[in-house]
């Protein structure tokens, strides 16, 4: 059997073991100038007034959450098409998370449903947490808009959605907070990580001292002219967030490739579109190929025209040598939300038909022509061998 195709990989190199390599020699290992570096090109590269550089996105969400002012009693609406990180942080304020379904084109928050439950839900709803799934923009101007007038905060889960373009405009670039992930498998990689940006100060400020354990220097500060630096204040019970400068160092090289390692994948799913155009599929929209991400190319089985359910699907192209994974198995089949929130596969149709009928293909920068034509192959060749007359 020819090689086995991975479902994902990092793009590292060169650039990136030096830089780790050097902050190492330098003796500092946890949070410091690298992390610092990393959180100025970040939000240079977006045009924000900050980037909050932490240990994973769940953490950023976390911390989005908590310096809104998420609690007991309030409402934060998102999808059930998304990983459970997105709701969990819900729950770690005690806060009442609200699921909606999501569009079948776009596999995004569903915006009549947002509306509705904005509605249902007047006067308590403190967050909408869209999800750019696979790295598609969300509707964000209407998303922003109803919930400004809800009186909510808009926090972007951008875990795929760098880069993203929406309307020409990235993804975080704009909007409330927005929130990346750097986990091994994304499209800006450092094993463990994220950032959230923001123009909001007080925000800002909050989730800095939150993220270290509700330390505040400035805090000190503002009492005394003399800053002994062994003083610090503890203002609040926080948490242990803090990205690393070893993993900061991966991010500084990463972010100078963020966009060549995007056209990379903006090219193979272009192959993809193209090779499996004509096959009992459906395939992702795109409002523009090089606005969305590729984070994730997945396909739907048309399951009335083949006859080989998706699990099997799955195991054959396995078998060719062909990585491949499902996103995502929607919040209302995993035990924990369906019975805390009492969630029903019938209030979420599309998210569980489309979970039903899924595949998620390898989409990568250091994937070859070769690996590429070989996906499509295998893929191709599965549709044929099941075709279902007509
Ligand atoms: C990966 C992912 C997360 C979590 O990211 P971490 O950095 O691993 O915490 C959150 N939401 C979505 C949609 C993701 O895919």
Redesign the pocket.
Known sequence: MADFIPFALPTIGDEEIDEVVRTIRSGWLTTGPQARRFEAEFAAYLGRRHAVAVN????GLHLALEAIGVGPGDVVITTVF??T??AEVIRYLNATPVFIDINPKTKNMDVQALKAALHRHAGRVKAVIP?HFAGLACEMGEILECAKKSGAVVVE?A??ALPTRSAGRLIGSFGDITVF???AT?TLATG???MIVTDDDRWAERMRVMRLHGISKDAFGRYSDQKPSWHYEVVAPGYKYNLTDVAAALGIQQLRKVEAMHERRVEIAAAYLAGLASLPLELPYSDGLASHAWHLFTIELLLDRIDIGRDEFIGELMKAGVGVSVHFIPLNRHPYWRQSCGLDDQDFPVATDKFLRTVSLPIYPRMTKAHVERVIGAVAGLCERHAVAA
């Open positions: 994973s996105a769940t953490a998304t990983f990180a997105t999800v889960d875990a795929h992930s750097f986990y994304k463990e990580g994220g």
